[in-house]
């Protein structure tokens, strides 16, 4: 027997389904009739709310990026203003939400495969970022960096995290360094960054 939802109610809980399936699998190949039986819905109901799999899977890529919103707002708030604390901090939330996540990693970030909304609007991925950057842009400011581009500073500071989630994902850093601490590897490759860029405005 189908169950009976609000309509609101209907396409969060197609969202969680959908979302729980790629976790159980490890990748979101799944039909969307499979997303509605989870739900306790009719295989024709998800399309009140959705025109295709690819729709349904934008709103669970929406999800995820309001959790890692979540989380790096949470973190900053935890943090002195203006510290390099608060960047490294900020720094490994990310690495390890994508590395607890990473069912959802292709859904994320593989570009073209899904729509990017514009900034500020619904559905917007970058309000995690745009913390990161506020972060960046406080340091910035206390050091008295003058010159300085908080943009270009996170999205260095972001490849760094990025890269290291990737590999930790794939294994591959264990497979050459089994011990290593992947926190420890982007505090310390941040904090040389960090120093680097201090030392630039110094002497500059």
Not at 16 to 26: D, K, P, R
Not at 122 to 132: H, I, K, L, V
Request: with cysteine; aromatic share 8%; proline share 3%.
């Amino acid at each position: 027997m189908s169950k009976s939802y609000h309509h609101g109610d209907l396409r969060n809980a197609l969202i969680v389904a959908a979302a729980q399936l790629i976790e159980e699998s490890g990748s979101p190949d799944f039909a969307i009739s499979d997303a509605a039986k989870r739900a306790g819905v009719s295989a024709a109901a998800p399309y009140r709310h959705f025109k295709d799999r690819d729709d349904l899977l934008n709103a669970v890529s929406e999800l995820c990026f309001i959790g890692l919103a979540e989380v790096t707002e949470a973190t900053r708030k935890n943090h002195p203003e203006g510290s390099r604390e608060c960047i490294i901090a900020l720094s490994n939330v990310y690495l390890d939400y994508v590395a607890r996540h990473s069912a959802f990693y292709n859904l994320m970030w593989c570009a073209g495969k899904h729509s990017l909304a514009e900034p500020g609007t619904e559905g917007d991925q970058r309000p995690g970022f745009y913390a990161f950057v506020g972060a960046v842009q406080d340091w910035c400011q206390k050091h008295a960096l003058a010159g300085c581009d908080p943009l270009d500073l996170a999205v260095k500071l972001w490849a760094m995290a990025h890269g290291l989630a990737v590999l930790k994902i794939n294994g591959q850093i264990a497979m050459f360094l089994p011990a290593a601490d992947v926190d420890d590897m982007l505090a310390s490759s941040a904090n040389s960054f960090l120093d680097g860029i201090e030392k630039h405005h110094e002497t500059g």
